[in-house]
């Protein structure tokens, strides 16, 4: 890593010099530029994106503490501000302006990818005052309230979750790059917030939009010297894809072909259709299992890799006794369990996380009570391909790759939340 001379802050604002972006009726997209300065390079994991999110009504008033106090209407508890962004582009301002990392389904990628904290991370600290974030859906709700209508609303600073600016080690050479453009774009409003409990007297309308103020990139440029800097002449980061597929049956075979030159792993999520965009009477980042699992397998080439043997759940939720109660309708596998969770961790062995029996019981509840209470679960099936070694992965360049998974999805199996089993599944597949 390059020795740094000395260091100094930077705090940037928008190009465009517009001091209010909103979601409705205003710019929707933020960009900053990071120009090249002589001698300085740049670390890209000190960069933290910070401003204020207002929620604000048709009339121009923000609504207040008073307002959220009959408002049934939050945003998902472990995602906090990152909830507002959708989609996330970096460019190099050299010749021809290229694309260095476009990171689409922003907000459901940096939700599964906090699979990695515990409940007691997002009660305070970073991800508390800093991110907020909280351990239940009425705690985020706070943080959308102003105190008045007429005062702006919380404070906020997050790290952009993308590969090049969070697991890039290297520092990058601005001069070479002659400088970075970031570009963020926000999320619609059915798809940042949701309502609680969709029956409630008041919830999510059109008369709800987010406002973001005072908007900075705040980071910190290294002076180094001049030998250090000619040698810095590239950077490594892992990228991420969604190759969208459709669970169309109980018992369905999908299929994707990654076609990159090094695999660390696939993670997927699935999501009811319902639920996959603009609904407002659901989380649109929510990543719970697919309904009523009951096995799965994984092929590379026709053949069962990396491991030759079906993963069984058991009990599976259709086999639970009819009369269990929603907070004990628990199901799973140790083995599934702990391949996701390592795959999550990128590390062996595993450690904790938000996947756990407790966060599935309480996102049962809420499927079956047609609720949004909380939003900590976090779970799916995940391969890992670097088998839990740091910087090993496997060529997938003509590959053929396959998941075949056995479900409750369109059968009439009890117990299973009805509001999921009866519709098919969009499964995520994330290939990193």
């Not at 018992?251 to 030159?261: G, Q």
């Amino acid at each position: 890593m390059a020795q740094s001379l000395y260091r100094k802050y930077f705090e940037l604002v928008p190009v465009n010099n517009i001091t209010t972006f909103a979601v409705n009726n205003g710019t929707n997209q933020i960009s900053f530029l990071i120009p090249p300065v002589n001698g300085a390079t740049l670390k890209t994991t000190d960069l933290v994106f910070c401003g204020t999110v207002t929620v604000v009504k048709d009339n121009g008033n923000n609504y207040s503490t008073a307002d959220f106090d009959t408002i049934d209407v939050s945003m998902d508890s472990v995602n906090g501000a990152h909830n507002m962004i959708s989609r996330v582009d970096i460019i190099s301002q050299g010749s021809g302006n290229s694309l260095i990392e476009q990171r689409r389904q922003y907000s459901l990628i940096n939700k599964y990818r906090r699979g990695t904290l515990s409940k007691n991370d997002l009660a305070a600290g970073k991800y508390n005052v800093q991110q907020l974030c909280s351990t239940n859906s009425n705690g985020a709700r706070n943080w959308l309230a102003a105190k008045s209508n007429n005062e702006a609303g919380h404070d906020f600073a997050v790290q952009l979750n993308t590969g090049f600016l969070m697991d890039n080690v290297q520092q990058i050479n601005l001069g070479a790059a002659n400088g970075l453009l970031v570009k963020l774009y926000l999320s619609e409003v059915a798809n940042a917030l949701f309502n609680i409990n969709p029956s409630a007297a008041q919830k999510l309308t059109s008369d709800f939009n987010i406002q973001l103020t005072n908007v900075k990139l705040f980071g910190r440029y290294d002076f180094v010297t001049n030998p250090v800097l000619q040698s810095l002449n590239g950077v490594q980061f892992r990228k991420i894809n969604d190759l969208i597929s459709v669970v169309q049956s109980s018992n369905d075979t999908l299929a994707n072909s990654p076609m990159v030159s090094s695999l660390h792993k696939i993670v997927h999520i699935y999501q009811p259709n319902s639920s996959t965009a603009n609904n407002v009477n659901a989380n649109n980042t929510s990543t719970n299992q697919i309904v009523g699992l009951k096995k799965y397998a994984v092929s590379n080439n026709g053949s069962r890799h990396p491991y030759n043997y079906d993963i069984d759940i058991t009990p599976t939720m259709s086999n639970l006794p009819a009369n269990a109660g929603n907070q004990g309708r628990v199901a799973g596998n140790a083995e599934q369990a702990y391949f996701f969770i390592s795959a999550l961790n990128g590390q062996y062995p595993p450690v904790h996380s938000l996947v756990n029996a407790q966060n599935q019981a309480d996102a049962h509840a809420d499927q079956v009570n047609i609720k949004n209470n909380t939003t900590l679960n976090v779970n799916g099936i995940a391969t890992d391909y670097s088998y839990g070694f740091r910087g090993f992965s496997v060529p997938m360049v003509n590959n053929l790759l396959q998941i075949n998974i056995e479900s409750s999805v369109l059968t009439n199996d009890a117990i299973v939340p009805t509001t999921e089993r009866d519709q098919t599944q969009t499964q995520n597949a994330f290939i990193e």
